[in-house]
């Protein structure tokens, strides 16, 4: 059963780096068949995709967050990671990591929970 | 970027109900629309893939059609679990961008 699971500090202070973690259990992400993805929600709005990752084809990002926005992956710990800089209130939101399919249509098949960061000093 | 806009943004129904929520795409996107449904405080799941592959493991009462840039959800037979949120989100062009969802609640 693919798990995801995201990590990492419920507050950050704004102008700061929000930075999350998702652990991956029952699939690898090294293995090329899916792509490895951040997608937010602000409180009561809809979805945001944030960024694609794929392991051996480069990272994809949401132009309006492309410049805050850095994707990293650690293979052996089947792990990948957001790092969004310089934020500010609007970037209050549950953050999900999620897989999709390489080679399927666009689609997020797997989901973690979330973690609600909140931006605030 | 693709604008996707659903509705209604909310509908009431009943158990057993048939129900019908459209998202229309900014721009042709072929087939490439994904549903999802979302209850309060979970992820979304994956309801349907391609504007009507139901994913696996989806009840057979929920149906996708469309292509384009019209699109439509529509569950027959309405059940208890069925109440949620509903997005369509497309993958044609990026940045994938989602619909703002249509919440289904109680009559």
């Known amino acids: 059963q693919v798990q995801l699971r995201e990590s990492g500090p419920g507050l950050v202070k704004p102008s700061q780096t929000l930075s999350l973690t998702c652990t991956v259990s029952g699939d690898s992400i090294s293995s090329g068949d899916h792509y490895w993805s951040w997608v937010r929600q602000s409180p009561g709005k809809g979805l945001e995709w944030i960024a694609n990752?794929?392991?051996?084809?480069?990272?994809y990002y949401n132009p309006s967050l492309k410049s805050r926005t850095t994707i990293s992956v650690d293979g052996p710990k089947n792990q990948f990671s957001l790092n969004l800089s310089s934020v500010t209130a609007a970037d209050t939101a549950v953050y999900y990591c999620a897989r999709g399919h390489a080679a399927g249509w666009g689609y997020f098949d797997y989901w973690g929970q979330g973690a609600l960061v909140t931006v605030s000093s | 970027d693709i604008q996707m806009t659903q509705s209604p943004s909310s509908l009431s129904a009943s158990v057993g109900d048939r129900v019908s929520i459209t998202c229309r795409a900014s721009q042709t996107i072929g087939t490439n629309l994904n549903w999802y449904q979302q209850k309060r405080g979970r992820a979304p799941d994956l309801l349907i893939y391609?504007?009507?592959r139901l994913h696996t493991g989806v009840p057979s009462r929920f149906n996708g059609n469309g292509s384009g840039t019209d699109f439509t959800l529509t569950i027959s037979g309405l059940q208890p679990d069925d109440f949620a949120t509903y997005s369509c989100?497309?993958?044609?062009?990026?940045?994938?961008?989602f619909g703002q969802g249509t919440r289904l609640g109680t009559k």
């Open positions: 391609g504007a009507s």
């Open positions: 990752m794929y392991f051996t084809g480069g990272t």
């Open positions: 989100q497309q993958s044609y062009f990026t940045p994938w961008t």
